[in-house]
């Protein structure tokens, strides 16, 4: 069963830090992953798009990187503010005709 | 407009009742999801249009769940029969092109009493 799995659920840290969450997915065939992010109540907002034949994606503070032997991607975050609180989610498509697969999230919170 | 819109933004039903949840997608996009998410879990996949025709429903989790898209633009999901578990938040999205990116909606919270 392909799965996507992100540790931890939950995150608090102090601003300024840097930081890093994770993402798993069981099945490494994939054709792209994304990373997401959403605000309480809200939709999600595509953050960064790595195809399977990259490694990396940066965008401003965020890198996002893709190990697809390994069946790991991660989000960095540089000098963490407070407007970075949300919940991002990684997801992956094994195809580009095929459904999204998330992951449940990881809850950030960036104490000021 | 400029994103995705999805009518209405809060929809409160009786258990039994039938609904209907309706998707803009941006101009010219080919491609078109539906997810569900409950509180705390990752948006679940339920059935994605390329066009005018569902490519994959796979995600439904029973015939009372439908959705369609005749003219491969706006779609609209619809519940029969609604049940107290199909309470969660409708998203929608929608690509220029599968796999090119998904721009999702604010989605729909259903609430089924």
């Known amino acids: 069963k392909q799965e996507v799995t992100q540790i931890p659920a939950a995150l608090s840290v102090p601003e300024g830090e840097n930081l890093v969450l994770n993402c798993s997915f069981t099945?490494?065939?994939?054709?792209?992953l994304q990373w997401f992010r959403q605000d309480p109540g809200k939709g999600l907002t595509s953050l960064l798009l790595?195809?399977?034949?990259?490694r990396e994606q940066t965008s401003g503070r965020l890198n996002a990187s893709l190990d697809k032997s390994s069946g790991r991607s991660t989000l960095y975050i540089a000098a963490s503010q407070p407007g970075d609180s949300a919940t991002y989610l990684c997801?992956?498509?094994?195809?580009?005709?095929?459904?999204?697969?998330f992951g449940s999230g990881t809850r950030l919170s960036i104490r000021p | 407009g400029a994103g995705v819109s999805q009518t209405p933004s809060n929809k409160v039903t009786e258990k039994g009742k039938y609904v209907e949840l309706r998707c803009d997608p941006i101009?010219?996009?080919?491609?078109l999801y539906w997810y569900r998410q409950s509180l705390g879990q990752g948006p679940e996949f339920l059935i994605y249009?390329?066009?005018?025709?569902?490519?994959?429903d796979s995600g439904l989790p029973n015939d009372r769940f439908f959705a369609v898209r005749p003219e491969g633009s706006v779609s609209t999901l619809k519940i029969q029969r609604t049940e107290r578990g199909d309470s969660a938040v409708y998203l929608c999205?929608?690509?220029?092109?599968?796999?090119?990116?998904?721009?999702f909606g604010p989605g729909t919270r259903l609430t089924v009493l």
């Open positions: 101009s010219g996009h080919t491609a």
């Open positions: 249009f390329q066009g005018t025709g569902a490519a994959d």
């Open positions: 999205a929608s690509s220029l092109t599968p796999g090119t990116g998904e721009f």
């Open positions: 790595i195809q399977s034949s990259q």
């Open positions: 099945d490494s065939a994939i054709y792209n």
């Open positions: 997801a992956v498509q094994y195809s580009s005709a095929s459904k999204i697969i």
